[in-house]
């Protein structure tokens, strides 16, 4: 069932536009993860004589550039499902920028290729493009939301200060891939990876924070309706 206010058409979550929608994302999503393997080239058969071998002919780069590329693309996959849960319908906004997401989510196969190739190791242009690639997808699928939100099609919003806190916690991904350029660019680009591990522990810490700061905004909105009409 679809509505239209305004000129502008809502498909409600029952829909059959609204299944279609996102059984297309995650489509999307899978066909991201699979060209993953595109970038995993075939030693020659000398490389198989021993595992030593067989990981210092290049192979060993690619793994580790596909296993990092496809936990983050998981990731967003997850976040993604996340969002939807809390659509009651979406409206053509809502898709364009689900599109425009997952544009730069596509592209992560390509900019993992530069990060996964032996003789491309130590080029700081590498980790550029790759942390820029995630970055801007980070920023694109929280952008979703947010448009999700303006739209009306968000169910049971949180206080416009918890959806801040949540921002936040967000952004722990980008400043940490953005701040991986400039040490690849002054230290090199084994110290510019090693930067991405950080999240392994900066990410947690920070998402802590963040549900207990919306933890307390939802409480303080619970007691005081009036003052989440105004968040």
Do not use: C
């Amino acid at each position: 069932m679809s509505t239209a206010t305004g000129g502008a058409h809502r498909y409600e979550r029952d829909s059959v536009e609204f299944t279609r929608t996102f059984a297309f994302l995650d489509a999307v999503y899978a066909i991201a993860l699979t060209l993953l393997v595109v970038n995993i080239d075939p030693p020659e058969a000398s490389a198989w004589r021993n595992l030593s071998t067989l990981l210092s002919s290049g192979l060993g780069w690619q793994l580790l550039g596909f296993g990092i590329s496809f936990a983050v693309i998981a990731v967003f996959w997850r976040a993604n499902h996340r969002i939807v849960a809390r659509f009651g319908a979406i409206t053509p906004a809502t898709i364009t920028a689900n599109l425009v997401a997952i544009a730069f989510v596509v592209l992560i196969p390509f900019s993992t290729q530069g990060v996964s190739d032996a003789e491309l190791a130590d080029e700081p242009l590498t980790v550029t493009v790759y942390a820029l690639n995630i970055s801007i997808a980070v920023l694109a699928q929280s952008a979703v939301f947010f448009v999700a939100r303006r739209d009306g099609v968000v169910r049971d919003p949180l206080p416009r200060r918890a959806d801040t806190v949540k921002f936040i916690d967000t952004l722990t991904t980008p400043v940490v891939f953005l701040a991986s350029i400039p040490i690849a660019y002054l230290f090199g680009t084994d110290w510019a990876r090693y930067t991405w591990a950080l999240l392994i522990v900066i990410g947690p810490l920070v998402g802590r924070w963040a549900d207990r700061r919306i933890a307390a905004i939802r409480a303080a909105a619970a007691s005081h309706p009036s003052r989440r009409d105004a968040d």
